[in-house]
């Protein structure tokens, strides 16, 4: 019995979870900055193999609270079939308080509204997408495969079920090129949405991927760490939120950030304004320690 196929990938958030990988790989898998499953094809795995894992993790970690159902897109495999896993999850920990998963657009556009409500009611509480950018250029660049518009139908299919929506954009996504664009359109489709969460990571080129090759190409060009701060902070001051956690804490990033939307964005703009004068208290993260 595997535990895992292939590399596995989480939120940050998720680190103390149980990561229980019910699908393999992406059922997109088309984006063009993205080296996560490429080594991968998508399936579902078995219930019987999936009970099995459990099991295993049931005599480990008796007591776990939290698990997080990968791989990149879990809430594309079948309603029912969630639905067992979750049975089985809740029979197997007691302690279970919380239950997460990747969603793509496609999958929250397919199911139905008694679906997702059903999937909430279960079980599922709280669903990370990656929006990446608003701006349907650079979406269309980085074939995402969906519009801004037809994620945040998906994210409003979400909310209306009930469920957390934690949402990730990719600063630097647009390049040198639409730079201000990938920020003014995230920030209005992220205001559109208005997720529970937001978190931003920063690109980074990975061999062997589409967009890795336009840069060596010079059809892409990559923001500077200067660059990046300005776009965040473009994004930040145009974004229109009430109560959304914010966070920049992933590996990518050069400047980790934290705070509630909108309460706390002169805060965190004032943080980046020390940053690019370089009077902050903290050093921007240097290139050989950021991570994917």
Known sequence: MKIYIGNIFRPPSEANSIILQVTVGCSHNKCTFCGMYKDKVFQIRPLKEVKEIINFFKLNYPFAEKVFLADGDALSAPTEYLIEVIKML?????????????????????????????LREHGISLLYLGLESGSDTVLKKVQKGFTAEEIIHACQKAKEANFE???????????????QEH???SAEVVSKISPHFLATLTLMLVPGTKLFKEAEENRFQLLSSQEILQELKLFLQNLNLSNTVFRSNHASNYLPLKG??????????????????????????????RRL
């Open 183 to 185: 920020a003014l359109s």
């Open 260 to 289: 509630i939307l909108n309460q706390d964005r002169a805060k965190l703009i004032k943080i980046i304004d020390e940053a690019l004068e370089e009077k902050g208290i903290w050093p921007l993260r240097p290139e050989y320690l």
């Open 90 to 118: 809740k029979n197997s920990f007691p302690r279970l308080k919380k239950i997460s998963s990747y969603a793509g657009p496609k999958s929250l556009l397919i199911k139905n509204a008694e679906e997702l409500r059903a």
């Open 165 to 179: 929506l934690s949402l990730t954009v990719i600063s630097g996504l647009g390049g040198k090129e639409l730079w």
